[in-house]
């Protein structure tokens, strides 16, 4: 029995937007386990400048991503879809040990296969030092952004 990850591909505009939400949700979540089982296998990444591919992999990067990105808050926004693939532009605020505020803006390039698996991510981000008050992300975060709260858009990012 194959895996599965819908919606699956053709994307249309909706589908495309329910995957990138679905996306965002995954990842506010900060569990790489779980994060790894919507790519492949041996799904290929490159997230800045480190370029791996596998689940294994995927968990090592996003137990070490979360253990520096403290608070971490994401929103991501499509920015275009085809058939099979989807461009994300995103935004999210995180601190660091220290108490540092950082929100990192960035874009993510996807391809699925048909279970709609992610089996390509290349991930383009640049860091801004904030502080506190210039936040823009304050749901509670053990729970998805809720769906009221504004997207990048909206906040002007």
């Not at 979540?29 to 779980?34: D, Q, Y």
């Not at 808050?73 to 693939?85: G, P």
């Not at 809720?146 to 858009?153: A, C, W």
Request: with cysteine.
């Amino acid at each position: 029995m194959s895996e599965t990850r819908p919606p699956l591909p053709p994307f249309t505009r909706e589908t495309a937007i329910q995957k990138v939400r679905a996306a965002e949700n995954g990842w506010n979540g900060c569990n790489p386990e779980k994060v790894a089982l919507a790519y492949t296998a041996d799904s290929r990444w490159r997230n800045r400048s480190e370029f791996f591919s596998g689940r294994p992999a995927i968990v090592e990067f996003l137990q070490r991503k979360w253990a520096r990105e403290q608070e971490y808050r994401l929103i991501k926004e499509i920015w275009a879809f085809t058939e099979d693939r989807i461009a994300v532009r995103f935004a999210y605020e995180f601190h660091d040990a220290d108490g540092q505020w950082f929100r990192a803006y960035g874009n993510e390039n996807w391809a699925f296969d048909a279970n709609g698996l992610m089996r390509e991510r290349h991930a383009s981000i640049n860091d801004l030092v904030i502080t506190e008050a210039e936040r823009k992300f304050h749901w509670d975060r053990t729970a998805p952004r809720p769906q009221d709260h504004p997207g990048l858009s909206e906040l002007g990012l």
